[in-house]
């Protein structure tokens, strides 16, 4: 079985720029998380969707947003980039959106902002 | 919002015994305490789960006293490839605003 899948893999944009980033989970798992890595620093949570709907959100500015598709799988978007918007951004799925569901991570994608 | 923290690194020996504590004080009593492993380039990956006494599965033991302010994540006989970052994950909140708060990460260097 594949595991969580996430594209693009590294990502190059500029200052000001806008860019989206897609996650597809797990056969079977209705639940997307996003997190963001900085380099050094443990993941922050950004955002938890489950059955289309947003059951979670960080503490992260308007200019990120994201959304689920019928199929489960899900669209990061981040407006206005930033320098400090580089960092690797990773899905998770679960199963639900219940406490204590396991999620499982995808491989991330490297976002660079110059 | 809960808080977690951890040992920024710490170093082992082949065959050792390792102890990683987690620090959450706030967490709150329906939340789960998760640990997972991430190795670099690569998405965080899950070793255990428990919510209060202690758990144990084919690759670690985990322990939480009473009052789940803290836990211990315990790693038998660490190996060379044990080498990684290992992190604490508490969530909160009821759904719609339930957050996932990563702990600061405890870097392990097994040594031969």
């Known amino acids: 079985d594949a595991g969580v899948t996430q594209s693009p893999t590294h990502l190059i944009k500029t200052r000001g720029q806008h860019v989206t980033l897609r996650c597809s989970p797990i056969s079977g798992h209705k639940s997307v998380s996003w997190y963001q890595q900085v380099l050094g620093q443990g993941p922050q949570f950004i955002f938890q969707y489950y059955e289309k709907e947003e059951r979670g959100r960080g503490n992260f500015p308007d200019r990120f947003s994201a959304r689920q598709f019928p199929n489960y799988s899900s669209e990061l978007n981040v407006n206005a980039l930033l320098l400090g918007d580089s960092a690797l951004y990773l899905c998770?799925?679960?199963?639900?959106?219940?406490?204590?569901?396991?999620?499982?991570f995808g491989p991330g994608t490297r976002l660079t902002v110059l | 919002l809960a808080k977690t923290t951890q040992p920024i690194s710490m170093d082992s020996y082949e065959g050792q015994e390792v102890n990683i504590t987690c620090s959450h004080n706030?967490?709150?009593?329906?939340?789960?305490i998760t640990w997972y492993q991430q190795f670099p380039s690569q998405g965080p990956r899950f070793i255990i789960q428990g919510y209060k006494t202690k758990v144990t599965n084919e690759v670690a033991s985990l322990f939480i006293p009473a009052d789940r302010k803290s836990s211990t994540l315990s790693l038998p006989r660490v190996s060379l490839s044990d080498t990684a970052v290992y992190y604490c994950l508490v969530g909160e909140g009821p759904s719609g605003t339930y957050k996932y708060i990563f702990g600061t990460g405890t870097r392990l260097k097994v040594l031969a």
């Open positions: 706030n967490i709150a009593t329906n939340d789960y």
């Open positions: 998770a799925s679960s199963l639900r959106d219940r406490v204590g569901d396991e999620q499982f």
